[in-house]
RNA sequence: GACCCUAUGGUCUAGCGGUUAGGACACCUCCCUUUCACGGAGGUAGCCCGGGUUCGAUUCCCGGUAGGGUCGCCA
């Protein structure tokens, strides 16, 4: 029989982080084995629900790629769905619920109690089977010593958690529970509602949490908590993938970077670990700066833009080609493209902003002869194209008797305003001699 | 308070009784180089503590400590 597992968020408004990892850990596994991956919307919350709020749920599995084999195809609760197990919002199965209650009442197995229903819970400890944990033996706390049993209908009504995922899970017909450790010690209520519906529980494997960096609880509101911050900030989904995915489980190999196709096919629950893991944002950067280094022209460009209009910056104003061989001389250069508009900027602004301390540096008295030298060098040029410049450049350098770095320290600065940024030969290529010699010329203006 | 899970450098991790404890991020040094980045070569830094078991424990067991989780008419 092939796993069917399940993602089942509730919608709150927000994707949290480890929900998304708990999301693409359900689903490697449902790729892995050829399984099937569902989608259930979890809104028995009536009052915080809504069709937007689900919608974050469905963006954010989309933007990672986490396709499901069943469930909605939109955040309409009413609305059309994949799958023959449905309704897949747990507002749609007030029935299922009602139904499930009724056996339980009929048979002893709940009761009433001031106008709500508990479940009449065993005694004594309950053994987890864990397929990452291992066997767990869930002994009761103290409350639980004077009253286990539980509230599965409120007194409005409503069904409660406990109850309608036991029932989801069974009617849909999950043999895997891929879930977050908070739900572990919960996982005995869970075992004795299946036990009290005579249906043998399904497996379960609980992962590790996602802690944030300096090892507290990530809440909703610790920063990076939201996955669509991670879209907001420039991130690629493939390095968030990625950095998931080494968040609680290892390749082991010594691997690090891994394609989607190579994570499906390694993964597997064994390899999880046992130990909540600390958000490291540094490693999530360096993985985003290797998938940006490797990213289509088209793409490149498209983030690129995106992340310009971000800051006012419309670059529709200039020639496509200019604008993609601008973005070209960036391309490997920069990890977050949030670092763009400061990295590249120059290149769409009239005027540029000397950087201060590079100013002093580059700037002084003797760099003014150097400058004009090298403008009249570079008036000469038939083709001003990369190779040129640096031919024009590095004999202007030998003539003056310095080094390189004399004139390009001051070129970038005056056509750049920053200390660096992309090859010089190509970045003045790609400006063009007007643009070029224009601020060349204006940095000699301001020398005197 | 009770119950459950966990514990390798700052971080993510490999390890499954005998290893010079491996890799990655970050950090530092050097090389390459038009800057930065990339790339290359080095470096700093680790088995939470205490008892056992064993010829021998990072590894197995117990205790402690620390972190996390749960005990809702939230999910």
């Not at 708990?22 to 991956?37: C, S």
């Not at 002893?108 to 397929?131: N, S, T, V, W």
């Amino acid at each position: 029989m092939k796993p069917r597992v399940r993602f089942a968020p509730s919608p709150t408004g927000y994707l949290h982080i480890g929900g998304a990892r708990t999301a693409l850990f359900n689903w490697l596994y449902a790729r892995h084995t050829g399984g099937t991956f569902v989608l259930r919307i979890e809104d028995t919350d009536a009052a915080r629900n809504s069709q937007a709020a689900v919608d974050v749920i469905l963006d954010g599995l989309r933007w990672l790629g986490l396709d499901w084999d069943e469930g909605p195809l939109t955040g309409d609760a009413t609305g059309p769905s994949n799958g023959d197990r449905g309704p897949y919002f747990q507002s749609q199965r007030r029935e299922n619920y009602q139904r499930r209650v009724e056996a339980l009442l009929s048979r002893g197995l709940a009761y009433e109690h001031e106008g709500a229903i508990k479940f009449k819970m065993q005694r004594e400890p309950i053994l987890i089977p864990d397929l990452v944990v291992g066997e767990v033996l869930r002994k009761l706390t103290d409350r639980e010593e004077v009253d286990p049993d539980f509230v599965i209908v409120r007194s409005d009504g409503q069904p409660v958690f406990h109850l309608v995922n036991v029932v989801d899970d069974l009617e849909m017909g999950i043999t895997h529970v891929i879930r977050g450790e908070d739900h572990l010690s919960n996982t005995a209520k869970h075992i004795a509602l299946f036990n009290a519906f005579g249906v043998k529980p399904p497996h379960y494997a609980h992962i590790p949490l996602i802690l944030n960096g300096d090892g507290s609880k990530m809440s909703k509101r610790d920063q990076g908590a939201s996955l669509a911050s991670y879209l907001d900030n420039g991130f690629l989904p493939e390095a968030v993938i990625n950095f998931l995915c080494l968040l609680g489980w290892s390749p082991k190999e010594n691997r690090e970077k891994l394609s989607l196709a190579e994570t499906i096919e390694r993964f597997d629950l064994p390899q999880i670990l046992r130990h909540n893991a600390r958000f490291d944002y540094e490693k999530l950067v360096w993985l985003q700066g290797e998938y940006a280094r490797e990213l289509s022209g088209d793409r490149f460009y498209e983030c690129a833009v995106h992340a310009f209009g971000k800051t006012g910056l419309d670059t529709n104003k200039f020639p496509l080609e200019y604008v993609k061989a601008a973005l070209d001389t960036c391309k490997g250069k920069i990890k977050m493209f949030s670092e763009l508009p400061a990295y590249a900027g120059f290149y769409f602004k009239d005027e540029i902003v000397y950087e201060p301390e590079a100013a002093k540096k580059s700037f002084i008295p003797e760099n003014k002869p150097r400058l004009e030298k090298l403008r009249d060098a570079f008036s000469r040029l038939e083709k001003f194209d990369a190779a040129g410049i640096e031919t024009a450049l590095k004999a202007t350098a030998a003539e003056l008797g310095v080094k390189v770095g004399a004139l390009v320290h001051p070129v970038r600065l005056a056509t750049t305003g920053n200390p660096n940024g992309p090859s010089l030969y190509h970045l003045l290529e790609v400006l063009g001699k007007d643009k070029s010699q224009a601020r060349i010329e204006k940095a000699i203006a301001a020398l005197s």
